[in-house]
């Protein structure tokens, strides 16, 4: 089965029981409406397919320094979740809007800082040359596909937030820390995919 169908089909089906704190698990509990927001999970197109991820800027005021998604909130001008990740990803890494071939979307995924993500799973070519937006991404790079999938890279770990302990995911590509929401949807993804 190729990537492609392999995607569709895993996108198509009913979710598994044990996503993480996604519209289909968890109902949100009384506060704020969190923000829509969205973000795009390039899958390139090769035998060996990667993912490619930006590092955020040190200086960033919201997550300075973390490994992300191309993605941020859905503006009013955008037409759906699918258009602002597309808009976010050319903004962010100059990934034209056209050459990414949208398999659809993934589970969204509500964040603890109040942000409701709905990941937009593409396929794009392999070795485009992304051009980091200065102002916000430090570097663009792509992990292996198959490594962010092994729940074997999978690690929990957890900190004191605001008053209390969170658990999270964490996955360590060389010296680069994914974790928080980007591992999350990472995980999710790889639960559909199992």
Not at 21 to 48: H, K
Not at 59 to 67: A, E, S
Not at 78 to 93: N, S
Not at 155 to 173: D, H, I, K, N, P
Request: hydrophobic share 45%; no cysteine; aromatic share 6%.
């Amino acid at each position: 089965m190729s990537l492609e169908a392999r995607l569709r089909s895993a996108l198509a089906g009913a979710p598994p029981a044990d996503l993480l704190l996604s519209d289909a698990r968890e109902p949100i509990a009384e506060g704020p409406p969190l923000t829509e927001a969205a973000v795009l999970v390039p899958i390139t197109d090769r035998a060996e397919p990667g993912v490619v991820l930006t590092q955020r800027l040190a200086t960033m005021r919201r997550h300075p320094g973390q490994v992300a998604f191309p993605g941020g909130r859905i503006d009013p001008e955008d037409a759906d979740a699918v258009a602002a990740a597309l808009r976010e990803a050319e903004e962010e890494i100059a990934l034209p809007r056209h050459l990414p071939r949208v398999i659809g979307a993934a589970d969204r995924y509500h964040t603890g800082t109040g942000y409701a993500v709905t990941p937009i799973v593409a396929i794009v070519p392999p070795d485009l040359d992304f051009t980091p937006n200065a102002g916000e991404v430090a570097d663009v790079f792509e992990v292996p596909l198959d490594f962010l999938l092994d729940p074997a890279n999978h690690r929990v770990a957890s900190l004191m937030w605001q008053g209390r302990e969170r658990t999270f995911f964490e996955m360590y590509w060389g010296e680069r820390r994914i974790w928080g929401a980007t591992a999350a949807m990472i995980v999710n993804l790889a639960r559909r995919l199992a």
